[in-house]
Nanobody, 124 residues
Framework: VQLQASGGGLVQAGGSLRLSCKAS????????MGWFRQAPGKEREFVTA???????YYADSVKGRFTGSRDNAKNTVYLQMNNLRPEDTAVYYCATSAGLVLSSLGLKDQYHIWGQGTLVTVSS
């Protein structure tokens, strides 16, 4: 499986962006998927997970502002980001791995397939 993230850019605080992550090589309809982000000088952190059934989990910092979703027909997952803040500035990565379990969806070390990342910059 290869993952290709896109949709990043420069946006003002309060604005919105929609990230996409397209999978290729095989269908990921049976895979749990995750979004992580890494700000300059910081550790990569969990943002959102989308289960194979479409359930979602969120980091506290993005709850109520970000929405994860998937379209299995397009082999793509999405991250809709609203009410963006300067502290959301980071490179955003999508990730997955065979064998992920629900209890480990927030743990970056459990993901072994990563996209290349897309930069989101939020200006104040």
């Amino acid at each position: 499986v290869q993952l290709q993230a896109s949709g990043g850019g420069l946006v003002q605080a309060g604005g919105s962006l929609r990230l996409s992550c397209k999978a290729s090589g095989r269908t990921v309809s049976t895979y749990h998927m995750g979004w992580f982000r890494q700000a300059p000088g910081k550790e990569r952190e969990f943002v959102t997970a989308i289960t194979r059934n479409g359930g979602t989990y969120y980091a506290d910092s993005v709850k109520g502002r970000f929405t994860g979703s998937r379209d299995n027909a397009k082999n793509t997952v999405y991250l809709q980001m609203n009410n963006l803040r300067p502290e959301d500035t980071a490179v955003y990565y999508c990730a997955t791995s065979a064998g992920l379990v629900l209890s480990s969806l927030g743990l970056k070390d459990q993901y072994h397939i990563w996209g290349q990342g897309t930069l989101v910059t939020v200006s104040s």
